[in-house]
């Protein structure tokens, strides 16, 4: 499965009935504070979850399933996570509008 290398995603954990394990910030320590590279993809054929490799702010290395996550943006970044940038500062700088 292709991905592109500069996608950031945010952990918004599935709270809903039939969570998929691990759960990002009980199990993987994942913290909401910032968004993570994503670093591979696995899709077993077993089952439709899809994981993402992801590094948590400790630096272990998790899959996490899709369910717990939402594409933040594309960055031109080596690093394993950033520091999230709110929504108004993140418009701000890239000159994007908020629709209403």
């Known amino acids: 499965m292709n991905f592109n290398p500069k996608l950031y995603v945010e952990i918004h954990p599935f709270e809903g009935e039939h969570q998929p394990h691990p759960h990002p910030i009980r199990d993987g320590r994942f913290s909401t504070d910032f ?6 993809v696995y899709n077993p054929s077993e089952t ?5 490799m992801l590094v948590n702010p400790e630096r272990q290395v998790w899959f996490i399933p899709q369910r ?17 940038v709110k929504p108004e500062r993140l418009l701000a700088k890239t000159g994007a509008r908020l629709s209403s």
Not at 35 to 40: C, M, R
Not at 48 to 52: A, N, V
Not at 68 to 84: C, G, Q, T, W
């Open 35 to 40: 968004i993570y590279k994503v670093l591979g």
């Open 48 to 52: 439709s979850e899809c994981y993402f």
């Open 68 to 84: 717990h996550l939402l594409a933040y943006r594309l960055i031109d970044s080596d690093e394993f996570f950033l520091p999230k």
